[in-house]
């Protein structure tokens, strides 16, 4: 038994800081419906302010711990609060989205000002309020072990009580149920919410400062762990707080005991799974009817623009071959970037990929970047490994993740909303840690190489020759996207996205027609890694393919959401690989920054408005606007 103590005793110190960032955060997801991906950037927030004050400004660490969780806590959360406000009862992507832009403008902005380079943290309670500790066991538990746990104890019960007997813990409960009532009582819901994101943000602060000292001033990984607390909010059911303070410590304690048992390859990287996998596992077996419900499903659904009328039908027909043009004059001005551009091309068909998965059908997928992956190191293992023609092998990289996208396409019977969402997140994460480094992916090497034989007479090690069979390839897979849109199950994959009670009383398949288009965006996701590893020649597993980048990639799908389906997939390809080229002066810690911002304020602008009468301005008349929101009837099925 003592063998196992210290992964205990690590584990509740742990879970611990998970329960009470997952208190924070299901505090502002139940008063706000906005399940916010951020709270792990205002964490890292956090934990380098009390870094600038306590070490390089030499603050006393007691007035550093004051200035950071009482007075910048707050102020960041009335901050939040603000900007999620017009996006209150919107759709659940555009949530997502504006959460995603704070994060990436939360971590570049700190890896812009303090660099990438990890820190050594001080722990302040070990090395000077409560030096050494005692010994259990043989064991040594420090006073700074204890001191975590007993404050973010007491911060949960203090949480817990302030909700159930203060007037304004009422009032926050109350704006759950019905902010209406509570409007017509005199109350304010508005500075009922801005109290909640306070207490949600100072939680997140607190945290932070409690996570650094064992990971490292860290901007990325800060922000990463402390989405460990997605499997205890899991566990309160995304509204007890009680039982998501237990669920911290039970996911703490687990991840301490698998670590401690998974030490070969590949289950090295399972003990980071065991939040998600927890998440995962109490999604699928909750009813549906102990989630909440009036918070993580929208009540207007997010439909992309689709023009009406001659002049909308001229302009889906000549849009796309407007682009085809544009694609074949790049080589005339590309010079030594035009390997980039084909790298570009790839990434179009990932995004076409995700517009027929999302923009389409209206289902939500966190895990893309696992398809693209798969596609990737499938293409190299058949190329190097089985010997396949190149043709046959870029097809067979699309039907081996189809496999995959119909496994993930399971968690659509029974969620939706921020609850699929989630799932796919953790999926995305199991699939980064544990599933990459088995012998399907990578396996024990560092790098799959791709492959650029002669084709006939077409030969691939030219750059001009690629970049040209690749436009022929996103054609081929632009056209059939369009093709499937205007056929018959297009159809109903815009009516699985608008209202798929309506499919069911008309005695059609909801379940067969979202696992069908789950695994038709896999096949173009396979089909677009394979192309990526052949425009870089090889591909490291670290290249960055986890759930992370599958946010990234649809808050990028969202931003250009104003032009069509082919265009959109085409220009997001382009700004993810070719634009940053152009601008040298720029680091990626700027361009993550200037990204987050950006895809923050294209949500913002498309609910004001501001975007549609831009647009409204430089087409022609019609019904065009970047973001449509349809409203739903009240009591209409979500």
């Known amino acids: 038994m003592n063998e196992y103590l210290p992964f205990l005793i690590v584990g509740i110190v742990a879970g611990s800081v998970y329960g009470l960032a997952g208190l924070g955060l299901v505090l502002t997801y139940r008063t706000s419906g906005v399940f916010n991906f951020a709270h792990g950037a205002v964490s890292a927030a956090a934990a380098y302010l009390y870094y600038q004050l306590y070490v390089l400004n030499s603050w006393p660490w007691p007035l550093a711990m004051l200035a950071t969780v009482v007075v910048c806590g707050p102020a960041l959360g009335v901050v939040l609060e603000r900007l999620m406000r017009p996006l209150l009862g919107k759709h659940i992507v555009l949530i997502m989205v504006a959460t995603i832009g704070v994060l990436l403008l939360i971590q570049g902005t700190l890896l812009v000002h303090y660099g990438p380079i990890q820190r050594a943290y001080p722990d302040v309670i070990r090395d000077h309020a409560l030096p050494g500790g005692f010994t259990v066991s043989g064991v040594i538990v420090t006073w700074s072990q204890v001191v975590t746990v007993s404050v973010s104890a007491s911060f949960a019960v203090g949480l817990y009580m302030f909700l159930k007997y203060s007037r304004l813990g009422v009032q926050m409960r109350a704006v759950v149920e019905n902010p209406e ?26 945290s932070g400062i409690l996570l650094a000292p064992k990971l490292g001033l860290d901007a990325p990984l800060l922000s990463f762990l402390v989405v460990y607390s ?63 419900r009036h918070v993580g499903r929208t009540t207007a659904m997010l439909r992309a623009t689709r023009d009406s009328g001659a002049g909308g039908e001229r302009r889906r027909t000549v849009e796309p071959l407007l682009m085809l043009g544009a694609l074949l004059l790049v080589p005339t001005f590309a010079g030594a970037k035009l390997s980039l551009y084909t790298t570009g091309l790839a990434f179009a068909v990932m995004f076409l990929s995700l517009g027929l998965l999302f923009r389409v059908s209206g289902q939500i997928s966190l895990a893309h970047a696992s398809f693209f992956a798969l596609g990737a190191t499938t293409f190299s293992h058949l190329i190097h490994d089985a010997g396949f023609p190149w043709l046959l092998a870029l097809v067979g990289a699309g039907f081996v993740t189809v496999p995959l996208g119909a496994l993930l396409a399971l968690p659509t019977v029974r969620l939706s909303g921020v609850y699929l969402a989630l799932v796919t997140f953790g999926f ?13 992916m990578w396996g ?29 390839i996103v054609a ?67 290249a960055g393919f986890g759930p992370f980048q599958s946010l990234t990639w649809l ?76 409203r739903l009837p009240a009591g209409s099925p979500r």
């Not at 005199?186 to 997140?204: E, K, N, P, Y």
């Not at 791709?450 to 020759?465: A, F, K, M, T, Y």
């Not at 389906?565 to 002066?585: D, I, K, N």
């Not at 810690?589 to 004001?608: C, D, K, M, N």
Request: glycine fraction near 10%.
């Open 444 to 472: 024990g090497h560092d790098l799959m190489n791709g492959s650029r034989p002669e084709l006939g007479p077409l030969d691939l090690r030219n750059d001009r020759v690629l970049y040209f069979v690749f436009v022929a």
């Open 181 to 206: 009532l509570l409007g017509m009582a005199g109350q304010s819901a508005v500075r009922v919410r801005s109290a909640s994101w306070m207490l949600g943000s100072t939680f997140a602060s607190f």
């Open 555 to 630: 808050a990028l799908l969202v931003v250009f959401a104003g032009a069509g389906l082919v265009a959109s997939a085409l220009l997001s390809g382009f700004v993810l690989v070719v634009l940053p080229a152009y601008l040298p002066g720029l680091s990626p810690e700027w361009q993550s920054a200037i990204f987050g911002a950006g895809a923050l304020a294209a949500v913002l602008l498309s609910e004001s408005g501001a975007i549609s009468r831009i647009c409204l301005a430089v087409t022609d008349p019609g019904p065009r606007s970047v973001l449509r929101v349809r």
């Open 428 to 440: 995305g994460v199991l699939m980064q840690s544990v599933v990459f480094g088995t012998r399907l």
């Open 230 to 292: 997605f499997g205890a909010v899991a566990i309160g059911r995304f509204s007890n707080l009680p039982l998501t303070f237990a669920g911290g410590l039970l996911v703490g304690v687990v991840e301490a005991l698998v670590t401690k048992e998974a030490t070969r390859p590949p289950w090295i990287g399972l003990p980071s799974t065991v939040p998600f996998l927890v998440l995962i596992v109490v999604l699928l077996i909750t009813p549906a009817r102990h989630l909440p």
């Open 476 to 542: 081929i897979v632009a056209a059939t996207v369009v093709l499937i849109t205007r056929t018959r199950l297009g159809r109903l994959l815009r009516g699985l996205a608008d209202s798929p009670l309506t499919l069911t009383t008309n005695g059609l398949g909801v379940n067969v027609l979202k696992t069908l288009v789950f695994c038709l965006s896999a096949f173009l996701a396979g089909i677009g890694g394979a192309m990526y590893v052949i425009a870089v020649s090889s591909v490291a597993r670290d």
